[in-house]
């Protein structure tokens, strides 16, 4: 039986994708306590890199929010890997955001808030998190967007 979160992701048209493997030396992710910490997800979709490329030189902030919505809910898919049921989860702590950047581009802020929104469409007032939104020069397989994730659970 379907839990109260996976009802509300169908009734707002989500599927989650399949939570992928590690290709590297690390986990997807530990639990420590009440907390579920994700590694990085990027713009991965059907085992298919999306968005690959800089943001102010490839993309554009809208673009970019897509890229990071695309990041959030394959961080939700790690977590639900991980915890089994999301109404498991009390609380999104904490987002940290990387958004592969051109030199000029200061509008990280604004891009991160695709993933940010998806968190509160998600789990409501439960989704509202602390979070960090950096530049940086280059991401793993050129994509234009990563993110990590802290979680609390029961």
Request: proline fraction near 4%; hydrophobic fraction near 45%; charge should be negative.
């Amino acid at each position: 039986m379907a839990g109260k979160i996976d009802a509300h992701l169908a009734d707002l048209g989500i599927t989650l994708p399949t939570a992928t493997a590690p290709v590297a030396n690390y986990v997807p992710y530990v639990i420590s306590g009440k907390l579920v910490h994700i590694s990085g997800q990027i713009t991965m979709e059907n085992g298919e890199l999306k968005f690959v490329g800089k943001l102010g030189a490839d993309y554009d902030v809208e673009t970019g929010q897509k890229a990071a919505r695309l990041c959030a809910l394959n961080l939700v898919a790690q977590l639900k890997a991980a915890i089994g049921d999301l109404d498991k989860v009390t609380r999104v702590v904490k987002l940290n955001a990387f958004v592969n950047s051109a030199p000029d581009f200061t509008d990280q802020p604004k891009v991160v808030n695709g993933a940010s929104n998806t968190m509160v469409e998600i789990f409501g007032d439960a989704g509202k998190h602390a979070r960090s939104a950096v530049g940086v020069a280059a991401l793993p397989l050129g994509v234009a967007v990563e993110i990590d994730g802290i979680f609390e659970v029961i």
